[in-house]
């Protein structure tokens, strides 16, 4: 198999971001694994690639540090040259009304969802070859407006809204950003404290009746990464299954 392009997954060690990094590396995309603490799980996900015939490197960087995102690219570069597509998929989610939620889960929230992304993006902005793609994660749930969900939802509303202007800066160099706004996936960040009946009732507010899978979300993002997306920039594609 012969790589083209590198790309960053962020938060690629396991869910949605392990998906991405199969994928991307299955359209013959050299695949940086970003993690903050699988080590194990990362190096699995480089073992899956490796074995399929791609190219990957797992690297950690914690991308709640300010220092995180230029380490990450810096190591990226190192391992792998020039960098293509930063896909910024790293991200925490604790839920709990907007009168209960602690200070620091807020500000973890604010660090890696907000601050991570900033700073990748900005990094990414920076570093990433021509005509290359960003693509940022948000949630569907900032269209649902759910109680216990304000913290996390205005995290990535704030994503958005950088997506949207990011795209005005570097369209000039045929960089496009973009954002995937996932609904409810079955990973470890969705279904932990969920007991088997809500997760079921969540299943049937859906109008194809299920929750989606990583792998749902990591075809979403092979598009976007792809030379059949170029026109598609400045846009949130809310891949929920028309849930909102």
Known sequence: MTQTRTAIVTGGSRGI???IGRRLAADGIAV????AHGRDEAEAVVADITAAGGRAVAIAADLSARDGAARLFDAAEA???AIDILVNNAGVMTLAPIAEMDDDVYERHVALNLGGSFRAM???????????RIINFSSSVVGLN?????????TKAAVETLTRVLAKEV??????VNAVAPGPVATALFLDDKSEEQVAAIARMNPVGRIGEPDDIARVVALLAGADAQWINGQVVRANGGMV
């Open 122 to 132: 900005r990094a990414a902005a920076r570093r990433l070859r021509d005509g290359g």
């Open 32 to 35: 940086i694994v970003n993690y």
């Open 171 to 176: 369209g000039a160099r045929g960089i496009t």
């Open 79 to 81: 391992a792998l040259g």
């Open 146 to 154: 759910q109680p216990g969900y304000g913290v996390y939802a205005a």
């Open 17 to 19: 971001g392990a998906a």
